[in-house]
């Protein structure tokens, strides 16, 4: 902003991070931005170490980006939407791809324009409709790009209506897709509900987040690959995970189980109506099975659950009061076994949302060390952010340090999806990545006379599979 205004700046970046500011301030449109290195990382070093590296290297730095104009510097330009950009074998291609880091190092399908029209086929929208703007290259998002990726991924062309909503909860600022390639490496989940999940053969059973099934997997890997080469996240540029994850498969809902227990589906949860095709997205730092929860009944069955979540969420519980100021959303995959039993025990997803709420709680002590530790911020006081109203007064109900307080602001902030084998008593449970990938949910809109599109092209495959015998 301030070398927008005109003015002298110098913008102080570790040296771990020289290159994502590189990258950054490209997206930005200033791609000279004056940036000064501070040498190692400010987090490990002492006073005084840190002290002579400020003085011995980034003073100089700052200085000179201060007195000196920054050097021109014209960004490359883009090849255009329709361009051809490369012609070739399949080899040729994909080495052709990784060497330009449009690829994710496996084999991606040539995108070739007939590839691409058979995904246009299957939507009723302008491909040149842009769909958002991504952080952080601040590139638009259009159909076409959705369709270019959706090829490049594996996926199947009748996916495009899924990968078009999968887009616009991208670039919805509610999720916040310039937080995706921070420090801790958190990954999305794509969460699947509706009948859409059925019709293309999504797996919402046994090894649900497995790969091998090509819905599931071909559109998480598609979210990576659009992250990569729409929005801008590249291995040592944009995307600074410490250690980093891959992407994730699509999990569905087992909603026809979930209907028979009772229950209402997530897409309820998340503001829409049962039966409504929808995908649900939220960035996670990780995850943990927990295996053998036993018991007849809820009683029995719960403080597992509420263990597991307990042990799963440490420094993440800086997006509950800390920074995040209540976006800490843990999400819970219940087995189909699990959520059968606490049905039957006359339990709904809204009890056991506030089991959690009420079980799921750590010391105020506990709570207060976390933070402290975790956020470099030497004083932290429940009872101080509670005076000031910045936090639920449930924080700080006594100045007993012993005290349980929850993890979360509300009951409703626990996410709760029924997937995965329905003979197994397994619950799994993420840490979720609060306001850096906040949960969004979009509904996908299907074409005019999809149902008769779908029949089509399962005629057409049939077809070619009859040729090629």
Request: proline share 7%; aromatic share 8%; glycine share 10%.
């Amino acid at each position: 902003m301030v070398e927008a205004a005109g003015r002298a700046s110098s913008t102080l970046v570790c040296e771990g991070f020289l290159s994502a500011a590189a990258s950054t301030s490209i997206g930005l449109g200033m791609p000279n931005l004056p940036v000064a290195g501070v040498p190692g990382h400010p987090g490990v070093q002492n006073d005084a170490q840190l002290r002579e590296n400020i003085l011995g290297t980034t003073l100089d730095q700052v200085i000179d980006n201060l007195l000196r104009a920054p050097a021109r510097v014209q960004a490359e330009d883009e090849p255009g939407a329709r361009d051809i950009v490369f012609t070739g074998s399949f080899d040729a291609v994909n080495r052709a791809f990784i060497a330009r880091g449009w690829s994710d190092g496996l084999p991606a399908v040539p995108p070739t324009r007939a590839r691409i029209d058979a995904f246009l086929r299957c939507c009723d929208r302008d491909p040149d409709e842009v769909l958002g703007v991504l952080l952080p290259d601040s590139r638009a998002a259009t159909v076409w790009s959705v369709a270019v990726n959706g090829v490049m991924a594996g996926c199947r062309p009748q996916y495009m209506p899924l990968l078009l909503a999968l887009v616009e909860a991208m670039a919805d600022p509610y999720y916040g897709v310039e937080h995706s390639g921070n420090t801790p490496g958190g990954e999305t989940l794509i969460m699947l509900n509706g009948p859409i999940a059925r019709q293309l053969g999504f797996n919402c059973e046994q090894g649900v987040m497995r790969d091998g099934i090509q819905p599931n997997t071909s559109v998480g890997r598609f979210w990576r690959l659009y992250l990569r080469n729409v929005a801008g996240f590249l291995p040592g540029g944009n995307d600074k995970a410490t250690f980093g994850n891959t992407w994730r498969v699509v999990v569905p809902e087992n909603e026809a189980f979930v209907e028979r227990i009772g229950w209402q589906p997530m897409s309820v949860d998340m503001g829409f109506h049962a039966g409504e095709d929808t995908v649900t997205i939220a960035r996670y730092t990780g995850g943990n099975h927990i295996s053998s929860v036993s018991g007849s009944t809820p009683e029995e069955l719960m403080p597992y659950v509420a263990d597991a979540v307990v042990k799963q969420h440490t420094w993440q519980l800086m997006f509950s009061v800390g920074q995040g100021k209540g976006t800490l959303r843990p999400l819970i995959l219940l087995g189909p076994i699990i959520a059968e039993t606490l049905a039957a025990g006359g339990w709904s997803k809204t009890d056991v949302r506030q089991y959690l709420y009420d079980h799921a709680r750590v010391t105020a002590g506990e709570f207060e060390r976390i933070l402290r530790d975790w956020t470099n911020k030497p004083v932290w006081s429940l009872a101080e952010e509670a005076r000031l109203r910045r936090i639920p007064q449930v924080y700080h109900a006594s100045d007993d340090p012993q005290r349980l307080v929850p993890l979360v602001w509300d009951p409703d902030d626990f996410m709760l999806l029924v997937t995965g084998d329905p003979a197994r008593n397994s619950v799994y449970v993420f840490a979720h990545n609060g306001v850096l990938g906040y949960p969004t949910t979009k509904l996908v809109r299907l074409p005019p006379g999809w149902a008769g599109l779908l029949d089509e092209m399962k005629r057409e495959d049939e077809d070619a599979g009859q040729a090629q015998a």
